[in-house]
């Protein structure tokens, strides 16, 4: 039997029983684990719906050192309510270690876990070939892709890999691989997991990561789902791909800015504050507000978010103000504040001129912690953190 199409759901890293630790809020850890589950629910609905042949879980189904006996035997019963196979794939926070529970469940029968001694599965009805490479350790270097097996044209290949795909980083412990290894392997199709945010612009252009379908944290912003992912046969035997993206996720974490230049009173920083939330969705939306700008208020936080926390009772305000000195005043005073300003200026002039962007941040964050702590005799903690913050696209995986 031949087919000349096939239709799948690819997620990965589900992540289930996932802690959401660290924030001390037992109730904020409850919701969001359940917004998990929520999520995995409507990918088992939205793969029935859209009749879809088979499912692939691209590693990160769950958590190995959290998941409890009750999730693993729910999940297996929402596979199980399936007629099409699962395909899943053991990632690094649920490799196919000996305690493992893909190795000691009794899986419905149309369950595949794919593994170092198992690594492929064929569907002869559906003309597809599956082969995956993920974890059997938490860790794991460059996998041998010499052993993989070579496709066969007249059928639908796919390659699943939970790990990084042209990340550059030399000796990772995630299974790393190049897009021109992966091309050189000649499948039609690369499911990936690993990294939470979707991405689909690699340079192996048949190769796409759906990320989390539902977002683990604040460097997991904006949209967050599944793919619908469809392979077609014409009559020369050419392959197109189409992959749909599609939105499920329960809460979105949204990361603001908001400008704090020249704020007067608690009033005016709460006006500003109302007009910026205004515009996101309650039930939805959990935002993460980071004060920014010069004012020589001192904006008390728990004051600002009280009248939100109805609609937004996880916002989390994080002042990174900076107080307004008048630097060319403070370096004319014959003092320790002067001297220290004075010298502080010469080096970012230096730096001005020598276009040295990173080290001016540096110079002129240690001045302002310098002069308050001169003032004040302490560094109040809304400075720390921010000033030396990465950039927001952290890869969480
Ligand atoms: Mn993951």
Not at 49 to 72: M, N, Q
Request: hydrophobic content about 35%.
């Amino acid at each position: 039997m031949t087919r000349d199409r096939i239709r799948f759901l690819h997620c990965a890293d589900i992540h289930l029983d996932a802690p959401f630790g660290g924030r001390g809020h037992k109730d904020y850890s409850e919701m969001r684990r359940n917004d998990v589950w929520a999520t995995f629910e409507s990918i088992i609905r939205l793969a029935e719906k859209e009749r879809s042949d088979f499912i692939l879980v691209c590693g990160d189904l769950y958590e190995h050192d959290y998941a409890s006996k009750a999730t693993i035997q729910r999940v297996a019963s929402l596979f199980e309510r399936l007629t099409i196979p699962v395909v899943v794939l053991p990632g690094n926070h649920d490799p196919y270690a000996a305690n493992s529970w893909y190795k000691t469940w009794n899986w419905p029968d149309n369950v595949v876990i794919l593994n170092h001694e198992k690594p492929s599965v064929r569907f002869d009805s559906l003309c597809a070939f599956i082969h995956g490479v993920g974890f059997s350790a938490f860790r794991q270097d460059a996998p041998d892709l010499s052993m993989v097996s070579r496709p066969g044209g007249d059928r639908f290949n796919i390659f699943m890999l939970h790990g990084t795909l042209d990340m550059n980083f030399s000796n990772s412990p995630f299974n790393p691989v190049s897009s021109e290894e992966l091309a050189g392997l000649g499948y039609d199709y690369y499911a990936l997991g690993h990294f939470h945010n979707r991405k689909t612009d690699f340079q192996l252009k048949n190769a796409a990561n759906p990320g989390s379908p539902e977002p683990l944290g604040f460097d997991e912003t904006g949209d967050h789902g599944v793919f619908l992912v469809t392979l077609e046969k014409d009559e020369s035997g050419r392959k197109a791909l189409d992959i749909r993206e599609v939105n499920l996720a329960q809460k979105r974490y949204v990361w603001l800015d908001l400008d704090m230049e020249n704020a007067t009173s608690q009033e005016e920083a709460s006006a500003r504050l109302g007009e910026l939330l205004k515009s996101l969705d309650p039930g939805r939306d959990l935002p993460r507000v980071v004060l920014f700008g010069r004012t020589s208020l001192a904006v008390e936080c728990e004051a600002l978010k009280k009248p939100w926390l109805d609609d937004f009772p996880w916002l989390q305000i994080l002042d990174e103000t900076r107080d307004c000195y008048d630097y060319e005043a403070i370096s004319r005073e014959e003092n320790l504040k002067g001297a220290f300003t004075r010298e502080m200026l010469q080096r970012l002039e230096e730096c001005g001129e020598s276009g040295d962007d990173e080290q001016a941040m540096i110079l002129s964050a240690a001045l302002d912690l310098g002069i308050e702590a001169l003032e004040k005799g302490r560094i109040d903690a809304r400075i720390d953190g921010g000033l030396f913050r990465g950039p927001r696209t952290g890869e969480g995986c």
